[in-house]
């Protein structure tokens, strides 16, 4: 098992597993604070579902699009894509988070309130509009040439 040399901050939700006492043992040891999100309250405390998580599933998406409409996929007897490797979506997981900006990485948990600055000096952070969906020019909606996707087949 890994230790940490320094400590560190895990945030988490309620989900059962994250709050047993086994955990809080096992954070203990590993020299990590946990933080827990209140229900109902994730999307706007957790620094991923607040800057993150957006941007790193449009390029996601744009990168599946991409392998979807490239002319070179092997089909099954009756026409249909055979679904990817392994090595594809492990890219497709890859490259996206490798463009996923550091910057929005750091400001998310500075507008949850997680922050080394205890002079209060980045609090004003937290009243700032999210501006994650236009630096990485991404929105929920993913309709596209993927509408009718129906999934991928073996055969």
Not at 34 to 40: E, K, R, S, T
Not at 46 to 53: A, G, H, R, T, W
Not at 118 to 147: M, P, Q, R, T, V
Request: aromatic share 10%; glycine share 6%.
């Amino acid at each position: 098992m890994v230790f940490l040399k320094k400590p560190s901050l895990l945030v988490c939700d309620q989900f059962k597993a994250h709050v047993t006492e086994s955990t809080e043992r096992l954070a203990t040891k590993l020299k990590t604070h946990l933080a827990v999100i209140p229900g109902g309250l994730t999307s706007q405390l957790q620094p991923l579902d607040v800057s993150v998580n957006k941007p790193f599933k449009g390029f996601m998406h744009e990168d599946w699009a991409k392998w979807i409409e490239a002319p070179t996929h092997h089909v099954t007897p009756v026409g249909r894509v055979k679904r990817p490797s392994i090595s594809n979506v492990c890219e497709w997981v890859k490259n996206p988070w490798q463009r996923v900006k550091r910057e929005t990485i750091v400001k998310s948990f500075k507008k949850c309130g997680i922050s080394n600055a205890l002079n209060g000096n980045e609090d004003g952070i937290l009243y700032e509009e999210s501006d994650a969906s236009s630096e990485n020019n991404h929105e929920d909606d993913f309709s596209g040439s993927d509408g009718d996707f129906l999934g991928f087949y073996d055969e």
